[in-house]
């Protein structure tokens, strides 16, 4: 949106190619018949975001993507992104990336900055953030690469650290040079036709490459046919689709589109927006008399600003969509997402679907397309999840095995802009916060608790069928940090549990982990034994003291679904192994993300020391799922015992030594 500072109507245009071989027929690179050997779904269903699904294949990949949705004529949303500069601004942009995945967009792009140090590992590096969006958001990512003051070796280098990282997609640019003057890099590209080129030599088909066009011809060209043929060359040297430059009327465009179509590429686009001075200084073009005769006697004015830029925007969309020419648009976000998203649901194109492919969020790394089951420890914590399991050649699939050391890294840099909190001093101060948290009450200072260290975004709608137990017993001392309720035979289309295709019904038994003292824990041993064999039980101390009945070690399916011709598909078990490791990493978040918002020595911190070294991590699964869950009874057991004044006596003490019919060690 046009903003004095900010956000205007830029409309960019994205084309998808057919590329004609000699003999007339398609190449691979746009052959919808590949698209619908998929099993032939063109429907939105089938590609409107960019996680993966459950049985992903080959044609998982942004054109098949695009291909799809063309033929089905559902509008597609797309958004660009920028490196922010600074380690919190990095931290913002992945929860951005977050919620704005939420709406469903197509894919995002991430710009190349040559003076941010662009394919390094810092985390605001270009890289780095494309990097993040595929495996611990989920998002189909486009990272631009320049030419720019590079040479052959060194983008031969960023393009092999892309692939292992799992990106797919590269928009190839020459790039604005860094002074006032194009200088050339000996042993490098001059123009982005070399680069593709050379990404088509050196990888094949592994990416899927996009080029820049120019409605109006490049600043630099001779003319604007001129300017078209260079546009033909990028295309016949494997360019997959097209992201033109932005104009400001839709007539602009389908001037483009139409002058195009006698090169024998065909060609769908999508539109965008940025500010009007970023507009102006980056794009050399000139804002038309129109617009700026509207914002300058409102220039000092955001809200007027704000406003008529999104109007223009959805005049702008709408006169493009209308015109049958345009499968979808892309929006230039600036890194903000009021106005873009304003924008989207007044067209009817944000659309937050509340069914998942999984339970939980799904990287969009290609060798973790097969991976359809975790542990449960993990569920509010799943980039650390994805963190820890990055190095794995293969990931589970059909079942969690019994395994005696699965490889989890170590988790020791908490430093890692995707792994860190968003919890400030003034949202944790003591025990009641794990009550304001679940209440999403005010703290004692009047601030709202939206987050806790195991527990980074608010609530999920599905925690909330719990809310009220969970509040009780977190006033009572047993301060949790995951559960879910227990499920019989919801429809996978169900907004608040469901996941996976629709038609399918999912099952899951009720689940509770927290902390307590090892004085409630002496009390629900004793109560525990009651509820045997319907109760199954890990109870574990910061020193790795581990007390469970699970049978022979093995895993325990906790959430499964049934779908319409596949076989059960078990995406979360509590496995006593991986327990151990999540152990480590749960204990560790007292001291890493809380004790240490405060000074050594302060009462806070010594509060938090205390429960890190004495308290008790416990998980709790109800077998027993067709029935009410009995795991409320079985704490409400627990509290009673205690207010009996009755002795429980050292339960953990005898357990120790094997007493009691459970398992101890590790």
Known sequence: MINKQRVTPRYARRMVNQVQRGDGTLSSRSDSSAASASGGDSSKESSRCSTPVLDADRTDRLRYKMRRRMESG?????????????????????????????????????TWHPSGDPGSDKETSSMMIASTAVNYCGLESVLHL?????????????????????????????????????????????YAVDLVKHIRSEFDDYFDICVAGYPTGHPEAHSYKEDL?????KVAAGADFVITQLFFRAETFLKFEE?????????????????????????????????????????????????????????????????????????????????????????????????????WAVSAHPKRKVEDV????????????????????????????????????????????????????????????????IAAQPNRKGHKVMCLPWNDEPLAP????????LEKVNTRGVLTINSQPNINGKPSTDPIVGWGPPGGYVFQKAYLEFFTSSENVNALLKVLKKYEPRVNYHIVNVHGRNLTNAPDMQPNAVTWGIFPGREIVQPTVVDPVSFM?????????WIEQWAKLYEDESPSRMIIKYIHDNYFLVNLVDNDFPLDSCLWQVIEDMFELLQTGLDTGDVLGALNTGDGGASGGR
């Open 374 to 437: 975790r542990p449960i420890f993990w569920g509010s914590r799943p980039k650390s999840y994805i963190y820890r399991t990055q190095d794995w050649d293969e990931f589970p699939n059909g079942r969690w095995g019994n395994s005696s050391s699965p490889a989890f890294g170590e988790l020791n840099d908490y430093y890692l802009f995707y792994l860190k909190s968003k919890s400030s001093k003034d949202a944790l101060l003591v025990f009641e916060v794990f009550t304001c948290y």
């Open 462 to 469: 599905e925690t909330n069928m719990l809310k009220d137990e």
């Open 581 to 589: 490791f999540w152990k480590d990493e749960a204990f560790a978040l």
């Open 229 to 233: 043929i260079y546009l033909k060359e």
């Open 74 to 110: 559902d509008h597609w949303f797309s958004l660009e992104f920028f490196p922010p500069r600074t380690a919190s601004g990095a931290v913002n942009l992945i929860s951005r990336f977050d919620r704005m995945g939420s709406g469903g967009p197509l894919f995002i792009d991430i």
């Open 259 to 359: 002058d195009c179509r006698p090169s024998g590429s065909p060609c769908v686009c999508v539109q965008g927006y940025q500010s009007l001075r970023q507009l102006v200084k980056l794009s050399k073009l000139e804002v038309p008399e129109e617009i700026t005769r509207v914002i300058e006697p409102i220039k000092d004015n955001d809200a007027a600003i704000r406003n008529y830029g999104i109007h223009q925007a959805l005049e702008m969309c709408r006169v493009l969509l209308d015109s049958g020419r345009v499968p979808g648009l892309h929006f230039y976000t600036l890194n903000r997402e009021v106005a873009t998203m304003e924008v989207l649901r007044q067209l009817g194109m944000w659309q937050e679907d509340p069914r998942r492919p999984m339970p």
């Open 146 to 190: 320049t030419c720019c003051n590079q040479s052959k070796d060194n983008i031969s280098r960023h393009l092999s650290k892309a692939k292992h990282l799992g990106l797919k997609n590269i928009m190839a640019l020459r790039g604005d040079p860094v002074g006032s003057d194009w200088e050339e890099e000996e042993e490098g590209f001059n």
